[in-house]
């Protein structure tokens, strides 16, 4: 991965984790239970991300097909965000403002491997088939 991928990636994964962040917390303030808040926040930043990933960190036209693959690999953060909102705000007691920025920070590393697999890998590595 060169510098210039790097630093793109860090710049749109920092906006989601803040509009994660944001989702989550004015989710908690609004009452609204955990399970829905991480929903409809995935579902915003989900598609944010994909944009802004194609575009300026992994330079790939914008497709549904990967749009869908995305999000799907994406998908893996609604149980893990869940859960480790529930444990750093319910079990140990954090208020949401400090559990959601916890919670978002555990799954940095893995929203980038399956990003990089959703967006940049070639299709026959995707579909398992060769060339």
């Known amino acids: 991965m060169n510098a210039r991928t790097s630093v793109a990636y860090v710049m ?3 906006f989601c984790l803040i509009l994660t962040n944001v989702g989550l917390i004015v989710g908690d303030r609004l009452g609204m239970p955990l399970w829905l808040t991480v929903l409809l926040s995935f579902a915003v930043v989900a598609t944010a991300g994909y944009v802004l990933h194609a575009i300026f960190t992994f330079r790939q036209p ?3 097909r ?3 693959r995305y999000e799907a690999a994406m998908s893996a953060n609604i149980p893990l965000t869940f859960v480790t909102s529930w444990i750093w705000n319910v079990a140990i007691g954090l208020p949401m403002t400090l559990a959601a920025p916890a919670a978002t920070a555990c799954l940095l ?7 990089r697999w959703a967006i940049a890998a070639p299709s026959s590595q995707v579909a398992g088939t060769s060339r």
């Not at 590393?109 to 990003?115: E, P």
Request: hydrophobic share 70%; glycine share 12%.
């Open 12 to 14: 749109v994964a920092g």
């Open 62 to 64: 914008l497709s549904v």
């Open 66 to 68: 990967r749009l869908l």
């Open 109 to 115: 590393a893995l929203n980038f491997v399956l990003g």
